[in-house]
């Protein structure tokens, strides 16, 4: 696993579940052409760079840059980064035709190649290998999950964090992971 700062922008969830495999952030889809009505997605994706910074990932295809071209205008160049992958002609194992243009997208290419794109890229490597995660339970003991009234707590975490009411709960936990330390977590909800 690759462990890095910033958050990965990829277009869907094939995407991210690729690349779930390769890597330990926090990776959020712009679930393709729907960035462009999705605005609190968009903003949280503007936070993400200020806060952390952020690396576009998208298939090398039009409609890739399109969306590439749409997250990066309103972002300062020094906060994102741009990975590409290679055009490779074929079709992903789940279709049954390749694209439009016939490349394979980000949940086509083989491990190996996006893997070394990130190992020569100018990402932040975290090397916090030993620090103990919040899980699932620090979640649910602490009200935020599966719990009465847990709902309304979760809703003020998220706005008290600046993050969006839609983050599901591994998205959460991936970014609470990210900006603080259990210690911490668990001394903010006590």
Same mark, same amino acid.
């Given at each position: 696993?690759?462990?890095?700062?910033?958050?990965?922008?990829?277009?869907?969830?094939?995407?991210?579940?690729?690349?779930?495999?390769?890597? !330990?952030?926090?990776?959020?889809?712009?679930? @393709?052409?729907?960035?462009? #009505?999705?605005?609190?997605?968009?903003?949280?994706?503007?936070?993400?760079?200020?806060?952390?910074?952020?690396?576009?990932?998208?298939?090398?295809? *039009?409609?890739?840059?399109?969306?590439?071209?749409? =997250?990066?205008?309103?972002?300062?160049?020094?906060?994102?980064? *741009?990975?590409?992958?290679?055009?490779?002609?074929?079709?992903?194992?789940?279709?049954?035709? /390749?694209?439009?243009?016939?490349? %394979? @997208?980000?949940?086509? =290419?083989?491990?190996?190649?996006?893997? /070394? %794109?990130?190992?020569?890229?100018?990402?932040?490597? #975290?090397?916090?290998?030993?620090?103990?995660?919040?899980?699932?339970? !620090?979640?649910?003991?602490?009200?935020?999950?599966? @719990?009465?009234?847990?709902?309304?707590?979760?809703?003020?975490?998220?706005?008290? %964090?600046?993050?969006?009411?839609?983050?599901?709960?591994?998205?959460?936990?991936?970014?609470?992971?990210?900006?603080?330390?259990? !210690?911490?977590?668990?001394? *903010?909800?006590?």
């Amino acid at each position: 696993m690759i462990k890095i700062k910033e958050a990965v922008i990829v277009e869907g969830k094939y995407d991210k579940i690729k690349l779930s495999n390769i890597l !330990d952030t926090l990776i959020i889809e712009t679930n @393709g052409f729907q960035i462009y #009505k999705d605005k609190e997605r968009l903003n949280f994706i503007r936070h993400l760079a200020e806060d952390r910074g952020i690396i576009v990932l998208t298939d090398s295809d *039009h409609s890739g840059f399109q969306i590439r071209n749409y =997250i990066s205008s309103g972002i300062p160049k020094d906060r994102i980064k *741009h990975l590409y992958i290679p055009d490779i002609y074929g079709k992903e194992k789940r279709k049954e035709v /390749a694209s439009k243009e016939g490349k %394979l @997208g980000v949940e086509g =290419i083989d491990d190996s190649i996006l893997s /070394a %794109l990130f190992e020569r890229a100018d990402v932040e490597f #975290k090397l916090e290998e030993n620090r103990e995660l919040i899980t699932n339970y !620090d979640l649910f003991a602490a009200g935020i999950s599966g @719990g009465a009234n847990s709902k309304e707590k979760r809703k003020k975490l998220l706005k008290e %964090l600046n993050l969006p009411e839609f983050l599901s709960t591994n998205s959460l936990l991936s970014y609470l992971n990210s900006s603080m330390s259990k !210690d911490e977590f668990i001394t *903010h909800f006590k």
